[in-house]
C-alpha cells in the first residue's frame, strides 16, 4: 500500500456518461497530480492541486475537471465520455509544491468506455 | 513533446545478468528521476538524481546522468524475475517552470528465471 488511495479500481461505463474518480493523498501530502495512461500515448500529465488551489494544467481536455477539497482529496471528473478516453488514471502526491521529491503514486482507475 | 524517450522498448535477458536502460529527455531539468511500473499497476518511485549530480546508487541500482548530452542511464546489477516490469525516467522543466513530472515512454524488462 503506497498511501495513495484511489477509488474505484474499475469504472465501466458508456459513451456520453459523466464519471468521477477520487483520490486521497499520503498522510502529510499537499500536492495531487492526476495522469492518464494509454497504449498509444504513454504516459500524459493532467492537472496538478496544491494545498486546494490549481497549479499546473497540462493535457487535460475541456470535458475534463478536477478539484482538490479543504481534506485535501481530490476528484477528477470526465464528462461527455468518448471512447477514446479508456485508459488508465493514476493519482500521485508529493509533499510539497515543486517537484524535489518523488511522488507517491496510486494504483490506478481502469476506465472502460464501451 | 515534453516527454524523454527510453532506449531500448524492451529488453530480455537471463537472471542473473545486468539490465541497462538508457533516457535521453529535452529540457534543461533540475533533477531526473526513475520509477517502475508492473503491469497494471501504480508507479514506484526508484530513485532521483539532481542536476548538479552525475552518479548516484541504491542497492542494486546505479542511475548515471549527463546534462550535457540531455542523457540517463538506470543500471540494475544481478537481476531478479521480481525485477520484471516497465521502468519510466521521468524530468521536470525548468524553463517552463512546470510543477509536474514529465514521464517518457518507458523501457518493459523481462527477467527470464
Known amino acids: 500500500d503506497s498511501g495513495v488511495t484511489q477509488t474505484p479500481k474499475h469504472l465501466i461505463t458508456a459513451t456520453g456518461q459523466r464519471v468521477t474518480l477520487r483520490c486521497s493523498p499520503r498522510?502529510?501530502?499537499?500536492?495531487v497530480y492526476w495522469y492518464q495512461q494509454s497504449l498509444d500515448q504513454g504516459l500524459q500529465f493532467l492537472i496538478q492541486?496544491?494545498?486546494?488551489?490549481?497549479?499546473a494544467k497540462g493535457n487535460i481536455l475541456e470535458r475534463f475537471s478536477a478539484q482538490q477539497f479543504p481534506d485535501l482529496h481530490s476528484e477528477l471528473n470526465l464528462s461527455s465520455l468518448e471512447l477514446g478516453d479508456s485508459a488508465l488514471y493514476f493519482c500521485?502526491?508529493?509533499?510539497?509544491?515543486?517537484?524535489?521529491?518523488?511522488?507517491?503514486f496510486g494504483s490506478g482507475t481502469r476506465l472502460t468506455v464501451v | 513533446s515534453q516527454q524523454g524517450e527510453e532506449d531500448p522498448q524492451a529488453l530480455s535477458i537471463q537472471e542473473g545478468e545486468n539490465a541497462t536502460m538508457n533516457c535521453s529527455y529535452k529540457?534543461?531539468?533540475?533533477?531526473l528521476q526513475w520509477y517502475r511500473q508492473n503491469s497494471g499497476r501504480g508507479l514506484v518511485h526508484l530513485i532521483l538524481?539532481?542536476?548538479?549530480?552525475r552518479e548516484k546508487h541504491s542497492g542494486r541500482l546505479r542511475v548515471t546522468l549527463d546534462t550535457s548530452k540531455k542523457s540517463s542511464s538506470l543500471l540494475i546489477t544481478a537481476s531478479r524475475a521480481a525485477d520484471t516490469a516497465s521502468y519510466f525516467c521521468?524530468?521536470?522543466?525548468?524553463?517552463?517552470?512546470?510543477?509536474?513530472?514529465?514521464f517518457g515512454t518507458g523501457t518493459r524488462l523481462t527477467v527470464i528465471p
Open positions: 498522510s502529510g501530502d499537499l500536492s
Open positions: 500521485a502526491s508529493s509533499g510539497g509544491v515543486y517537484i524535489d521529491y518523488g511522488y507517491t
Open positions: 529540457t534543461s531539468i533540475n533533477n
Open positions: 538524481i539532481r542536476s548538479n549530480e
Open positions: 492541486y496544491y494545498n486546494g488551489e490549481e497549479r
Open positions: 521521468a524530468t521536470d522543466d525548468t524553463l517552463s517552470g512546470a510543477n509536474n513530472l514529465f
